[in-house]
């Protein structure tokens, strides 16, 4: 068996793509891109094709209600307080402030703009 991390892709489901890029952008700092309409209303996040890092895309989906969910993927940050800060200001929720997980840092728990959870992991 391989110890490789198997995560390589995720989908966060929302309602609106404008209003979801607009908090992801502001609390993350990045620039998201859409895809070609042909895969329906989608915008990816950033990610070096040749690195080891994973990545993923917002989803507008016509039918879709907010709620919380028992997913929470894991955002790397170097420090979690950065982003915790720009939550409520872009729309958000602080559901668990920074918090420490011992040797392995500290982890933020949040809910987008659309009842989506999302965690924060950084190392300080």
């Given at each position: 068996?391989?110890?490789?991390?198997?995560?390589n892709?995720?989908?966060?489901?929302v309602s609106n793509?404008?209003?979801?890029?607009?908090?992801?952008e502001?609390?993350?700092n990045?620039?998201l891109?859409?895809?070609?309409?042909e895969?329906?209303?989608?915008?990816?996040?950033p990610f070096?094709?040749?690195?080891?890092?994973?990545?993923?895309?917002?989803?507008e989906?016509?039918?879709?209600?907010p709620?919380?969910?028992?997913t929470?993927?894991?955002?790397?940050?170097?420090?979690c307080?950065?982003?915790?800060?720009?939550?409520?200001?872009?729309?958000?929720?602080?559901?668990?402030?920074?918090m420490?997980?011992?040797?392995?840092g500290?982890?933020?728990?949040?809910?987008?703009?659309?009842?989506?959870?999302?965690?924060?992991?950084?190392?300080?």
């Amino acid at each position: 068996m391989k110890n490789v991390n198997p995560v390589n892709w995720f989908d966060i489901n929302v309602s609106n793509l404008n209003n979801a890029k607009e908090f992801y952008e502001t609390v993350f700092n990045i620039k998201l891109v859409d895809f070609p309409i042909e895969f329906g209303k989608q915008s990816g996040f950033p990610f070096d094709p040749k690195g080891l890092n994973i990545t993923g895309a917002l989803v507008e989906k016509e039918d879709f209600v907010p709620n919380s969910n028992n997913t929470i993927i894991y955002f790397e940050s170097l420090d979690c307080t950065t982003e915790e800060n720009l939550v409520e200001k872009a729309g958000g929720k602080i559901i668990r402030p920074k918090m420490s997980i011992g040797e392995f840092g500290f982890v933020s728990i949040l809910m987008d703009i659309d009842g989506n959870t999302i965690g924060l992991h950084s190392r300080k």
